[in-house]
């Protein structure tokens, strides 16, 4: 089935050829970051579209920490979606938009531990975590921060200090963060500062 | 550095926003913040040097941010735009990298006039008279800023609002398929109900949607508040021989159609935007071939033996320009071409100036134009999607 999101306004091509740049391009990168169509992003309100693309534009080039009261997956994938329809264009089927799935990234790291190496998947995740243009980093609210979980985080965030990539991570209020340890006090103290209202 | 704009080459204060020569790319976004800096200033203004100063360092600074990527200040405010722009800006290195587009006060021609109570309450601090006299802001401004401020809106309509290109983040309905079909290969396409089922702003409009839907004040929302500049950067420079109108720029000559006949047509038709034809089934630019007598030619091959090419510049914007409105005004007055137009293109595809103005231009029946709007851009839409033209649908 061809679904894009431009359907309804397309009129760049005579016939759809089911693979024009547009189509492959959007089309990766919502399947990458697992955003099907009938994702709540479609139809999001102007008002929670206004929040997003201001927190990209204040987050640009920088790490920022977004506070979310309500759902914090809603949240970083509308935020994904934003980002999304930002860089989609000339994106040549290049990762530059990456959401993160915090939890289950360390599962998948905690797994490899006891195969003989990364699994492929895990090789992909990672080369997008440092590649992607936009990373938002989400589902913190579901870690237990031990030191393992704070440094792989803040080595993370400490790898994403270039001008030219903006790291979002999308957190519920930082005093709700599970974790103990010198690591985590550094961790929260982090992102606070970083916080974008 | 040659400065675009001096003491002698100076730009109205409230042209700003959509005069300001800068690159394109950031055109969209610089017209946006400076049309909101520019409608606080007109309710704000103080004529001293010292708040002259503050409001040419905030478009300076506003500029710098959108042209060089940087953030705009956190705590800059479009309801408080010049003392939320924070003090620490080096303003030295900004003008540095700003090189020609640096504005100075002395640049700026200041039409704006100072408000009751600024003028009131600051008398002794009124600038010498070397200083050109402030004149009446335009009234297409005044008016609209007025209205704005009674409905409590603080920012002009942006240009990308206009625009014929879907909007940046598409939104449609999954559980509304406006269109589910299978082609003669048996491939599945589907076609979402586009989000808002009710435009709000023109470029929202799609191929779904549905004016029966809209209400009168729905429809007149679509019109935006202030005039935008529609057509390509040249046409809006004077240029020797051919007439100008301050709103529409030049009105290029037509052999067989009068001046009048041409502005009307810009009205109905301010905006061009990938226009093609089938040419021996192809498609083909539009403006890459002129069709004369019912012979399709090379625009560039008989350019030159065209009579208002000794008038009309040989530049790619005005050639276009030439060869669709020449197009528009034969087929609308009844000239059946050979090579038609791939799609659509019906009159008001695009509103670009505020009701008040049509009426202002014989056009009084706004209603019917922003229906007309939303009818255009549906045909328009429907004639050339490339979903429908797969499955062999005609809109």
Known sequence: MVNCIFAGHCFEQSQCDSSCPVLAQTSYLLERNNIQLNSPVFHATPSELRRCISILDNSAGSIRTVVENMSTNALSDLLTYCAICQHWRGSQLHCTVYNLKYAQYLEAVQKSWSSNGDSEELDYVKIWISSAKVLIISNIDFVNFKDFQCQTLLSLLQSRMNPDLTTIVVSPQISTLVGDGPLFARLTDLLSKQKVV | ?395
């Open chain 2, 1 to 395: 550095m040659s400065l675009m704009y001096s003491s002698t080459n100076r730009i109205k204060f409230t042209d700003i926003s959509e005069r300001y020569a800068v690159p394109k790319q950031y055109k969209a976004k610089l017209t946006e913040v400076h049309g909101s800096l520019i409608l606080y200033v007109v309710n704000h203004f103080h004529n001293t040097r010292s708040y002259k100063q503050k409001v040419v360092n905030a478009l300076n600074v506003l500029t710098y941010c959108i042209m060089f990527n940087e953030t705009p200040p956190f705590n800059w405010k479009t309801d408080n735009p010049i003392d939320t722009i924070p003090p620490e800006f080096d303003l030295e290195a900004i003008q540095e990298a700003l090189s020609d587009y640096w504005l100075g006060i002395e640049s700026i021609e200041w039409d704006v006039s100072p408000t009751s109570d600024t003028a009131k309450s600051a008398p002794n601090r009124v600038e010498s008279s070397r200083v050109t006299q402030p004149r009446p802001a335009r009234a297409s401004t005044t008016a609209r800023t007025a209205a704005l401020v009674q409905r409590g809106v603080m920012s002009f309509t942006p240009k990308e609002d206009l625009y014929i290109q879907a909007p940046k983040y598409p939104l449609f309905d999954f559980s509304k398929p406006w269109l589910s079909m299978q082609d003669l290969q048996g491939e599945k396409f589907v076609i979402y109900t586009t989000l808002p089922e009710i435009p709000t702003r023109q470029n929202e409009i799609s191929a779904t949607t549905d004016m029966s839907k809209m209400t009168d004040a729905e429809l007149m929302n679509l019109f935006p508040n202030h005039m935008i500049q529609t057509r390509a950067a040249a046409m809006y420079e004077p240029c020797p021989g051919i007439e100008y109108d301050d709103d529409l720029g030049c009105i290029i000559p037509i052999e067989g159609f009068t001046a009048d006949q041409v502005r009307e047509n810009i009205i109905k038709y301010p905006h061009f935007y990938k226009l093609k034809r089938w040419n021996e089934d192809v498609l083909s630019s539009f403006y890459h071939d002129i069709e004369i007598d019912g012979e399709l030619m090379s625009v560039s091959a008989v350019w030159d033996s065209l009579v208002e090419s000794k008038v009309i510049p040989k530049q790619s914007d005005f050639i276009k320009e030439y060869v669709v409105r020449r197009y528009l005004l034969e087929r609308d007055a009844g000239v059946q071409h050979r090579y038609e137009m791939y799609g659509t293109l019906d009159p008001f595809l695009t509103l670009f100036m505020p009701p008040e103005q049509y009426v202002a231009r014989g056009f009084n029946d706004v209603l019917s134009i922003s229906k007309q709007c939303v009818q255009s851009r549906i045909s328009f839409k429907q004639s050339r999607n490339p979903v429908l033209k797969r499955l062999n649908i005609h809109g």
